[in-house]
């Protein structure tokens, strides 16, 4: 799909989507919990419907009713027998989440998937089977793993991605005795822990922080049955405070102030941005790289720092950037683990834009395009977390028209 947007300076009150991240992580919770559970405020996007699916092939039951809300009855999921593949699409959150999930019930375990959600690191896990002494084989887009999980000490790096903690700390309560996850530092995104540690609480699972680098996870109990609500999500809304940033005047509903989530921070980086050239650690918050970038691009600059892993998500971020913020002249360099963006002489762009099958990256070209006008192609991506992002900036005044290719 072909979006062309005409320029405009966004106004009006619009609503944080429901967030993504908390919605794997609650409706991951339910799965587990035997009983029913409600969880209301569930987006609708590939990758929550990923973790959906694959929960169901493990025995879950989920009944949609009014208002996005899932009622869940939890599956039994140590004595599972699934004879289909999981199949994740592109959502490294499913993925990772899931994969201690599935060595709870000691049988072969399939996954698969996108090509790019493969070439995401997989490693800790393969790093814990030779520890632990399961089976985890990946080839190609697939991987197939066999248990049983064993209660006891993991020993995970920190430094690729929180979700393998976050995998951990669904599967290991499951367990008939306590766990313990020493993480070896540094830890990125530990924002991303806590909101796991903030969805286990609520339904009933008490681990904790023993110190910095170790959680404590209870075993012998399991997951309670709960109705809770997904909240709103500050990495999409991020997309909708950048017009402000650019110019605009628009109101965000429906984020709590008191949330745990680590993109919160945009509203720090925003007036960093709008105030000279200023460095950016984005380590905890690399979802918010690419809007960032696009910010800094029609502002003064800036330079960014914990850059790395942007190379690993549905499109290498940092270069995908660089190469649509040259069509504005604005020129980047990406390096290991930074990027700097120079001030330039930001004109409309001189060709048609790629969205690089990445939704970040389209959402915050589109945000630039309420500039200078222009099209981007392969804006079909934003279904993956955001499908409803255009209708919400049709209602801020901005002009958009989705062509279908």
Known sequence: MNVNIAVGKAAGTVSAPNSKSMAHRLLICAALAKGKSIVR???????????IECLSRLGARFVYGDGN??????????????????????????LRFLVPIGLLCGKNVAFTGAESLFRRPLGAYEDLSVDKGFVFS?????????????????RISGSVSSQFISGL?????????????NIIPPVVSRPYIELTLQALNEFGVEARWIDDHTISVPGGKGFTPTE?????????AAFYAALNAV?????????REDSLQGDKIYEKHFASLCQGIPTIHIGDCPD????LFAVA???????????????????DRAAAMAQELAKFGVTVTVHDDSVVVYPADFHAPTEVLYGHNDHRIVMSLAVLLTLTGGTIEGAEAISKSFPRFFEGLKSLEIEVTENEN
């Open 69 to 94: 809300t899932v009622t869940v009855y939890g599956a039994d999921v140590c004595n599972a027998s699934p004879t289909d593949v999981l199949y994740c699409k592109e959502s490294g959150s499913t």
């Open 228 to 236: 809770t609500t997904v909240e709103g999500d500050y990495s999409g």
């Open 288 to 291: 918010l790289g690419p809007v």
């Open 247 to 255: 110019g605009g005047e628009v109101n965000i509903l429906g984020l």
């Open 297 to 315: 691009a029609a502002k003064y600059g800036g330079v960014f720092t914990g850059t790395s892993r942007l190379r690993f998500k549905e499109s």
């Open 41 to 51: 405020g569930v987006p609708e996007c590939d990758d929550v419907t990923a973790t």
């Open 138 to 154: 990946q080839d190609g887009n697939s991987v197939v793993l066999r248990g049983p999980l064993k209660a006891g000490e993991y």
């Open 169 to 181: 700390l669904f599967a290991l309560p499951m367990l008939d005795k306590d766990s313990v996850v």
